[in-house]
């Protein structure tokens, strides 16, 4: 599944009519969630069948296409099945029970209640609530059949009104060959140290940014609240916020990208970034590096990445396997074997050599790491 994101252009009146839609499918998430709440035993099927009852109950609710409807309903029982699944697995920690929606911000269509037209330039909402026609640029949406086309997510953001076209085909990219394996240590001075001993440097983004963040969050609380120009200061630091998450976003897909092409198999750290968030201290470096979205990337992309066990892989020497133990403002690993090597690079060289290890010395065989509860010698790895 192919999805290709477009901002949506037209008046002023006609994002009105699209934010009315999003409020509904929110309403009606909302509503099939307080059924499950209320009554026990609430199937998937059940919820379905509540979007009809809401059409004729509400006037404005049978506004809303009948396929955007079931899709609201659908994002309720995920959210139902997502919490079964954390109590059936046991999952550490709060199991994630579903909540309401507050601030709803897309609306989800199937193959109906839109329509595109025939140069695929633009595309027309045809529901009830009747937004109109919005004109779009930089989708190439050319070489799909209509049909290919299974939903469109309209999405509000702080800049505007977005489309998300999901189109059902398999994204096949050829990677040739490179023979090369290579481990990554994330770290918060550099954003990750290789095998090799070479290290790409952390953008740090949310960092360089807190300055004008705290003038925007000052201009917010400064305006009287329900004021227009209150909410004009919540939109400039709304699309701050949102600037910050596209350079995150940019940085890990093309550094995800450089590496894969460049390697056969990736090893890196199975890092528990929910549970390392918890230490105050580095919470806000550790969110900024943005280690799981890079990973993410790492695996979608097509070649072998291997997870291990980040429990000491800064303090076992990478040469003899003596455990040497430092402190974190020890930036030097120093063994009595006489292997002297910048701490991260000792433990990328580990946690290659444990991939390797787990695949049998294969780079074409995967098995993934074991996963742990995040300890202190773990935050201690990773902040390395």
């Known amino acids: 599944m ?12 006609q994002y009105g009519l699209l934010d009315e839609a999003i409020r509904t499918a929110q309403f009606v ?5 307080r059924l499950w709440m209320d009554v026990k035993g609430t199937s998937k099927a059940s919820m379905s069948a509540l979007c009809a009852v809401l059409a ?8 809303l296409n009948s396929m955007a409807r079931q899709a609201s309903a659908e994002r309720a029982w995920q959210a139902v099945a997502r919490f079964y699944d954390h109590c059936n697995k046991a999952a550490p920690g709060k199991k994630g029970y579903p909540k309401f929606k507050k601030n709803g911000r897309s609306v989800e269509y199937k193959t109906s209640g839109w329509k595109l037209s025939d140069d695929r330039t633009a595309i027309t909402f045809t529901d009830g609530f009747k937004a109109g026609t919005f004109k779009f640029r930089g989708a190439d949406l050319d070489g799909y059949d209509i049909s290919l086309i299974k939903r ?9 009104h977005y489309a998300q076209f999901c189109v059902d085909v398999n994204r096949i990219e050829e990677l040739a060959p490179t023979g090369r394996t290579i481990g990554l240590d994330m770290g918060l001075e550099s954003f990750y140290t290789d095998s090799n001993g070479e290290k790409v440097e952390s953008p740090r983004y949310l960092r360089k940014a807190e300055k004008r963040l705290k003038q925007l969050q000052r201009r917010v609380s400064k305006k009287k609240k329900g004021s227009a120009n209150r909410r004009k200061a919540i939109k400039a630091l709304a699309r701050k916020h949102l600037k910050i998450s596209r350079q995150r976003k940019d940085f890990a897909v093309k550094t995800a990208r450089c590496v894969v092409r460049s390697h056969d198999l990736i090893a890196l750290e199975d890092l528990q970034v929910r549970n390392m968030v918890r ?8 969110n900024d590096a943005s280690w799981s979205m890079f990973r ?15 429990q000491y892989t800064s303090q076992e020497c990478s040469a003899c396997g003596v455990i040497v133990q430092k402190s974190l403002s020890s930036r030097t690993h120093t063994c009595q074997c006489g292997c002297v090597l910048d701490r991260d690079h000792n433990a990328a060289a580990n946690i290659l050599a444990k991939a390797l290890k787990n695949t049998g010395g294969h780079p074409g065989i995967s098995t993934p790491g074991e996963r742990t509860a995040t300890t202190a010698e773990e935050q201690s790895d990773a902040a390395g």
Request: hydrophobic letters at 40%; proline letters at 5%.
């Open 279 to 286: 230490n105050h201290h580095l919470a806000k470096s550790i």
């Open 296 to 310: 993410q990337w790492t695996e979608y992309l097509g070649k072998v990445v291997i997870a291990v066990p980040p």
């Open 2 to 13: 192919l999805v290709h994101e477009v901002k949506l252009y037209g008046p002023q009146t």
């Open 56 to 63: 004729k109950e509400f006037e404005w609710a049978g506004k």
């Open 29 to 33: 998430r909302n509503k099939a969630l």
């Open 152 to 160: 469109i997510r309209v999405v509000r953001r702080a800049d505007g």
